[in-house]
């Protein structure tokens, strides 16, 4: 099982980072004009938007090794939740490449969102 890596700091992120949790609902409206929701999915979804900036050449190459060994969003892989330091073992990322921004020495960003999916 793959792991996202972690960088030099001990952390997988850079703060800030955006994590928010999603569930799909479904809505059956009456004919009285009353309304009943229920949850289609059998719990919410994690979603992280993780920003990374100011990256050394070696933390940039352990991100691109795991990107390529997780064939992009093909591979499942645990992601340590920063927040609450819960592995969550289904994660993928929701991109198929990466964008990476070089602004000088050591001075390396890019940012990447990864899914928690179903078992």
Do not use: H
Request: hydrophobic share 45%.
């Amino acid at each position: 099982m793959l792991t996202f890596p972690i960088l030099k700091t001990g952390s997988a992120v850079q703060y800030p980072f955006k994590a928010t949790q999603t569930g799909a609902t479904d809505v059956l409206q009456f004919l009285a004009g009353d309304e009943q929701r229920y949850l289609t999915t059998p719990g919410p979804l994690r979603t992280w938007v993780i920003r990374l900036d100011l990256l050394d050449e070696a933390e940039l190459g352990n991100i691109e090794a795991f990107f390529i060994a997780a064939s992009g969003s093909f591979e499942t892989f645990a992601f340590i939740d920063p927040a609450s330091g819960v592995a969550y073992p289904n994660c993928f990322i929701s991109q198929d490449a990466l964008q990476e921004k070089f602004t000088g020495e050591l001075n390396t960003g890019m940012t990447m969102v990864i899914q928690e999916g179903r078992a």
